[in-house]
C-alpha cells in the first residue's frame, strides 16, 4: 500500500520560501504508473491542486502559481519536493502531497502539513 | 483552463434522504471526472472516477453520473457518517481543477 508523508518547515517568513518533502514509501516513485503532486488548502477553503510531476521530470503546474512554484524528484530518495518562493500569508495552507495514479486521480495522500507563512 | 463549479455550496438533509450535488466543467472534459468526500479534519479520499467508477471500499449508496460537462453526485440514503465537504475534480487534463466544495449536513 503507498504511502506518502510531508515534512519540512511549519512556520515560513514573507518572501521567503517554502520548501516541502514528500517521502514515499510501499511503492516506487519512478513507478511509470504515478504522477506525483502538491494540493494546499487554506484554512477554511476549498482544495487547490499546485501542481504534478512525473518521475522523468515532467511537470504541470497550476497557471496562478507558476511563477513561483517548482516540484522536483529525487528518485534516489524516492522523494518529490516543493518550492513556493515568495510567500504571503495567502500561502498559509495545510499542504497534502499526493500520488496520482492511472487514471490521473489523487487515490493517495499523505496526512498533510499546516504552513504558516508570518513573521 | 477548465473551470468547475458545484451546486448547490451546501445543503442539509434528514437522515435517509435522497441527495444529489452537481458539478458542471466550463469545456467538455468526456468522463475524466473524479468525486472525493473530505469529512472535518481529515483527507480526502476518492469516492467515484470516471464519472460514475466506484472506488473499491466506498459504499453503494453513492453513485455518479455524467460525461461532457455535467455531473452529478448522488447520495441514495444519507448516513450521518456522510456529513463532509465533497468536491468534483478534472483530470482530463492539466490543470488538475478542483471544484469549490459542497458541505454536506445533517437537519
Known amino acids: 500500500q503507498l504511502q506518502l508523508q510531508e515534512s519540512g518547515p511549519g512556520l515560513v517568513k514573507p518572501s521567503e520560501t517554502l520548501s516541502l518533502t514528500c517521502n514515499v514509501s510501499g511503492g516506487s516513485i519512478s513507478s511509470s504508473a504515478y504522477y506525483w503532486g502538491w494540493i494546499r488548502q487554506a484554512p477554511g477553503k476549498g482544495l487547490e491542486w499546485i501542481g504534478s510531476?512525473?518521475?522523468?521530470?515532467?511537470?504541470y503546474y497550476n497557471p496562478s502559481l507558476k511563477n513561483r512554484v517548482t516540484i522536483s524528484v529525487d528518485t534516489s530518495k524516492n522523494q518529490f519536493s516543493l518550492e513556493l518562493n515568495s510567500v504571503t500569508a495567502a500561502d498559509t495552507a495545510v499542504y497534502f502531497c499526493?500520488?496520482?495514479?492511472?487514471?490521473?486521480?489523487?487515490?493517495?495522500w499523505g496526512q498533510g502539513t499546516l504552513v504558516t507563512v508570518s513573521s | 483552463d477548465i473551470q468547475l463549479t458545484q451546486s448547490p455550496p451546501s445543503l442539509s438533509a434528514s437522515v435517509g434522504d435522497r441527495v444529489t450535488i452537481t458539478c458542471r466543467a466550463s469545456?467538455?472534459?468526456?468522463?475524466?471526472l473524479a468525486w472525493y468526500q473530505q469529512k472535518p479534519g481529515k483527507v480526502p479520499k476518492v469516492l467515484i472516477y470516471a464519472a460514475s467508477t466506484l472506488q473499491s471500499g466506498v459504499p453503494s449508496r453513492f453513485s455518479g453520473s455524467g460525461s461532457g460537462t455535467d455531473f452529478t453526485l448522488t447520495i441514495s440514503s444519507l448516513q450521518p457518517e456522510d456529513v463532509a465537504t465533497y468536491y468534483c475534480?478534472?483530470?482530463?487534463?492539466?490543470?488538475?481543477?478542483f471544484g469549490p466544495g459542497t458541505k454536506v449536513n445533517i437537519k
Open positions: 499526493a500520488g496520482q495514479g492511472a487514471p490521473r486521480v489523487f487515490f493517495h
Open positions: 469545456l467538455h472534459i468526456s468522463s475524466y
Open positions: 475534480q478534472n483530470y482530463n487534463s492539466d490543470p488538475f481543477t
Open positions: 510531476i512525473y518521475f522523468r521530470g515532467s511537470t
